[in-house]
């Protein structure tokens, strides 16, 4: 049904048709709107499903990068202390070229460097 009939009766005064139509018309309309929800619903399930492998292929391949990293940050420290760096120089250079700060640094430096 649709908005010409509802303004046909409403014109001919025929209110329990007018009624009809204007229900026909607006269930027509939410079942349209609930299917198009229920489509936007199942691409976002997708596609939070895609992010989420996405990710979880992510944190894994980033951990092997992180480890990588580790070794790399650990091989620096170890040439700048047995080059007679001090500790606050070393951190602070692995600061500025890997990012690497904190307790992370803390305990790379004490594993690799004595301390």
């Known amino acids: 049904m649709s908005i010409e009939k509802i303004i046909a009766e409403a014109i001919e005064n025929n209110p329990l048709k007018l009624k009809e139509a204007f229900e026909e018309e607006m269930n027509a309309r939410i079942r349209t ?33 992180d480890e990588g990293d580790d070794e790399e940050v650990a091989a620096e420290m170890k040439k700048m202390h047995k080059d007679g ?31």
């Not at 198009?36 to 990068?65: F, P, Q, R």
């Not at 606050?88 to 301390?115: I, P, Q």
């Open 33 to 65: 709107a609930l299917e198009e929800k229920y489509k936007d619903m199942t691409t976002v399930s997708e596609e939070v499903e895609e992010e989420a492998e996405a990710i979880v292929e992510g944190e894994e391949s980033d951990e092997e990068e």
């Open 85 to 115: 760096a001090d500790k606050a120089e070393v951190l602070k250079a692995m600061k500025e070229k890997y990012g690497c700060s904190g307790s992370k640094a803390e305990g790379l430096y004490a594993s690799n460097c004595g301390g």
